[in-house]
């Protein structure tokens, strides 16, 4: 009897928790320094209509020179991985275990930047070279013309200790979730972007000193269309 609850306790564990074990949420949430650039308050209603917003997303790969502003970069930050329930710390975008393996970075004209959600705030990392370090490590021309690019990288150590060989294919939806909700806010906002997954990734952490082990999965330029 005892053997027979042990594996439906085991069983109900395993589906609520998706095959990992443990389940734990996230709640560290570094402050801001005072180097880091608190962004403006996003907002949280209103705008563009989804249905509207997937209906005009299309990939975009020639942008003009206009910038992309500081509440336009608060919104898609938002948008990629900002925080919609102060207690527990979850997001915008779904996290296996609610780990959190995406990192987000934006590079602009002026540098390239942490997004940190807790205190939902730049923390830069390079100066104005890093924007044609970036070009110089990805030959896509939409990342050659866009003022502005995401950088969504992935922590698959992060995951393993409870997620085990399932870390890297949970890592990799986390990074698609976040992704889509940028394209999405990107045309909600009259912005335009693509995907780009053919990079190497080796050159472009390395040209954004991207830490180890975050490996950089996607880059996704945005700016208006031209
Ligand atoms: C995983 C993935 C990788 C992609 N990589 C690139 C890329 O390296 N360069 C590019 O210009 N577009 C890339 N795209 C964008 C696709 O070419 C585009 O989504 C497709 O042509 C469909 O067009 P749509 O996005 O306008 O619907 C990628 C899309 C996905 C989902």
Avoid at 13 to 38: H, K, M, N, S, Y
Avoid at 182 to 192: F, G, K, R, S, W
Avoid at 210 to 217: G, S
Wanted: one cysteine or more.
């Amino acid at each position: 009897m005892t053997t027979r609850l042990t594996m439906l306790v085991i069983i109900v564990a395993a589906i609520l928790t998706g095959g990992c074990t443990e389940p734990l949420f996230t709640t560290q949430r570094p402050a801001a320094t005072a180097t880091d650039i608190v962004l403006p308050p996003p907002s949280t209603s209103g705008g563009m209509s989804f249905t509207k917003a997937m209906a005009d997303r299309r990939s975009v790969r020639s942008f003009s020179s206009k910038p992309v502003t500081q509440e336009q970069m608060s919104q898609l930050c938002w948008a990629a991985q900002g925080i919609t329930d102060q207690p527990s710390g979850k997001r915008t975008a779904p996290s296996a275990m609610a780990q959190y393996a995406v990192n987000l970075y934006v590079v602009n004209k002026e540098g390239c930047y942490e997004y940190l959600p807790g205190p939902h705030a730049l923390r830069p990392m390079s100066g104005a070279e890093a924007m044609g370090q970036l070009r110089g490590a990805c030959w896509q021309p939409s990342v050659g013309s866009a003022p502005l690019c995401m950088i969504i990288t992935i922590d698959v150590e992060r995951l393993k200790p409870r997620c085990g060989k399932m870390a890297e294919q949970y890592s990799l939806l986390e990074a698609g979730h976040v992704a889509q909700n940028v394209l999405l806010q990107a045309t909600a906002l009259e912005l335009a972007s693509v995907p780009v997954g053919g990079f190497d990734a080796n050159a472009v952490g390395k040209a954004m000193k991207i830490p180890a082990p975050q490996r950089v999965v996607y880059l996704l330029p945005i700016g208006v269309k031209k």
